[in-house]
């Protein structure tokens, strides 16, 4: 895919003051260009600051040092062209599910009947028919993830940066919404941004994967994912050139992994 | 068996009913001087004696100071406490007058307010404010304040800041805590209310209280007393009722009745 730059970091840090009075550095010199309808995942062990990389692309967390630009422009702080999936379902627990998803939706500049329709179709697409008037904490968790999914994807941002969005769910749930995250992305022109821990869920998901090291998170490599797009999942999941790239990043994760570990 | 819907009621009469059984037993069994402590069937003839006619318009005044007070601190408390979390330089400037004020009792500053209103509704009223903000305001703070980030997050990617953000998130996500600090309120109202009509009213229940007391005629003063304790609890059941409706959306289990 030959595509302009849609999100440049430049030696981007950041660092905080810790308790006792020295620095943590959380992130170290992250240089990184991400294209434009590009689906680039990072990857690494927990504790890494992938989470906080992302918080710093979304404008929610300042950085240290560098620069961070988006279409050129830098980004100063949060912005509805840049929507964000949280771990943990950041959804409005007083509003119902049909409100969650509208709550985007009356902030963009469409006529009623429009929200009220694209409300209704992003419900749909999630499975949720029938679940419009539950609250949050009337759903599971997996159930949850989907409004949570949706809600972001009402406000259609150019970019969708996502922190682990599947992480809480069951195995087949998490199957099936990453299939939904990859038709979307194919739909539209959108540019992903995914953190995970999941080497498995990176390939199958992504044109780019980088990898991050342990503490302090630099990007220490990053390999580019090839595989037959137009295969059925497990066809794709099992063919050897998977099981190789997946071995690549697999063995390069688990290195900075023991390396945090044994610190 | 007692319908569903029932039961939550049967629960909050079990234990004064049986209070109010035994404290019948203790008196007609001489444990106590009846002179003193009058048994409840006691309290119940001198109650009827009393009779609607005179004790509905000192109830009506009483609710009615604090039903002002309170809705004017709970306006009060919501905005002040909010102020405080949002902004440090407000919170700077207001801490120190509020816990200052935090360990005096209410009712100390009635003859000030006597000096300024005279004998009356406001005096009454504004003990009640007083009183009331306090706890709201307190945790109107402390809900505002502890908004979860990936709330405010969330809504900042959908571009939504300022007073958008205020009403559509740091309000609506504070509510549990806000709820509570009223409910601690209303208790507060009713005591400074009572308090303050001894001391000051010529009518309401604290007065006709007080009047009896005086006069020695304390089955009439209990009977009072007790119009003035189902009226407090059935209140504050009111609210709660109201409370867990409004709340119907949170997770059940963080729904606070005990810790307040």
Known sequence: ???????????????????????????????????????????????????????????????????????????????????????????????????????????????????KAEAARLIEVIGLRGFERRFPRELSGGMRQRVAIARTLAADPDVLLLDEPFGALDAQTREIMQDELLRVWRATSKTVCLITHDVTEAIYLSQRVLIMSARPGRIIDEVRISLDRDLPREECETSAAFAEQRNAVWLKVRREALAAATR | MVPERLQPWLKALASPVILVLLWEATVRAGLVDAELLPSPTQILVALREIGAAELMPELAATLFRIAVGFALAAVFGVLLGSWMALSERANGFFYPILASTYAIPKSSFIPLFILWFGIGFWPIVLVVF????????????????????????????????????????QLPAAMPEILVGMRIALGFAFTVAIAGEMIVSTTGLGKLIFSYGEGGVYASMFAVISVLLVVAYLADLLFMAFMNHYLRWLDRGHVSGGHA
């Open chain 1, 1 to 115: 895919m030959t595509s302009s730059a849609k999100i440049v970091l430049a030696g981007v840090g950041k660092s905080f003051k810790a308790a006792g009075g020295g620095e943590i550095v959380a992130v170290s010199d992250a240089s990184i260009t991400i294209g434009a309808g590009e689906f680039v995942t990072i990857v690494g062990p927990s504790g890494c600051g992938k989470s906080t990389l992302l918080y710093i692309i979304g404008g929610f967390v300042s950085r240290s040092s560098g620069t961070i630009t988006m279409d050129g422009r830098p980004i100063e702080g949060p912005g509805v062209e840049r929507g964000i999936v949280f771990q943990e379902y950041a959804l409005f627990p007083w509003l119902t599910v049909e409100q969650n998803i509208l709550y985007p939706l009356r902030r963009r500049n469409l006529p009623k009947n429009e929200q």
């Open chain 2, 130 to 169: 007083i009183a009331c903000a306090l706890p709201v305001v307190v945790y109107t703070f402390h809900g505002i304040s502890d908004v979860p980030r990936l709330r405010i997050w969330s809504a900042l990617s959908f571009g939504v800041s300022g007073r958008d953000l205020f009403w559509s998130v």
